[in-house]
């Protein structure tokens, strides 16, 4: 079936550096989402991408969507402690526009 | 952020207890979810309501029953359940059909089964 996927699931950094992170789709999809749960917290949409090769900026974050539309990046670029938390990207699901496929995250902690 | 409401945040209960858990979206969305997230395990979708109508039960144990009796409520009754039925049970919403199909997550219900 349809699989979305991000490895690794654990990244930890030093605040001040620069963070990446990748979501690899099996199949193409329409449009990618990115969420980010806060520890004890719940899934809070961030973004969307549509069209292949998409940039979008929101502050230090930088989402790009892949040319093939497979594949999707989330850089942060000088971490903070706030960035602490998971990052979801997710895809619809072919045919069925309601329901998404949730990757397992990235769960980033940031070194003070 | 009040757009989803879940009421219990918190439930214990043991394995020969019923209960239930309650969504309620104040957006106007057409679309409902019931989400799984266990520790070590990506979000997991149990259920869909789409204009009220169930549209996809991903094999979830009949222990598990949805009630969606109007586009802003969502219920999820439970009875008989099981240790490993211990999670966060999300809910979310989302308006269908348009463009921009983002999802709205509730606090979500954090449930023990002792």
């Known amino acids: 079936g349809q699989q979305v996927m991000q490895i690794p699931q654990y990244q930890h950094v030093q605040e001040g550096e620069d963070f990446t992170t990748y979501c690899n789709s099996s199949?193409?999809?329409?449009?990618i989402q990115w969420y980010k749960q806060r520890p004890g917290g719940h899934p809070v949409f961030l973004i969307q991408?549509?069209?292949?090769?998409e940039v979008k900026k929101q502050k230090r974050l930088t989402f790009q969507f892949g040319e093939a539309k497979k594949n999707s990046s989330l850089h942060i670029t000088a971490t903070q402690t706030t960035d602490v938390g998971t990052y979801f990207c997710?895809?619809?699901?072919?045919?069925?526009?309601?329901?998404?496929?949730f990757g397992k995250g990235i769960t980033l902690s940031v070194r003070p | 952020e009040t757009g989803v409401t879940q009421t219990p945040r918190h439930l214990v209960m043991g394995m020969t207890n019923k209960k239930s858990l309650k969504c309620e979206q104040h957006?106007?969305?057409?679309?409902m979810y019931w989400y799984k997230q266990s520790a070590k395990k990506p979000l997991e979708l149990m259920f869909v309501?789409?204009?009220?109508?169930?549209?996809e039960n991903n094999s979830v144990p009949s222990r598990f029953s949805p009630e969606c009796p109007n586009s802003s409520h969502l219920f999820l009754h439970l009875h008989t359940l099981q240790p490993e039925d211990s999670a966060l049970y999300l809910c979310?919403?989302?308006?269908?059909?348009?463009?921009?199909?983002?999802?709205?997550f509730g606090p979500g219900t954090r449930l023990t089964v002792l």
């Open positions: 979310a919403s989302s308006q269908t059909g348009q463009g921009l199909n983002e999802q709205f």
């Open positions: 199949t193409t999809l329409s449009n």
């Open positions: 991408l549509v069209k292949s090769g």
């Open positions: 997710a895809g619809p699901v072919t045919g069925a526009n309601s329901k998404l496929t």
């Open positions: 957006l106007g969305h057409n679309a």
């Open positions: 309501y789409s204009l009220e109508e169930r549209v």
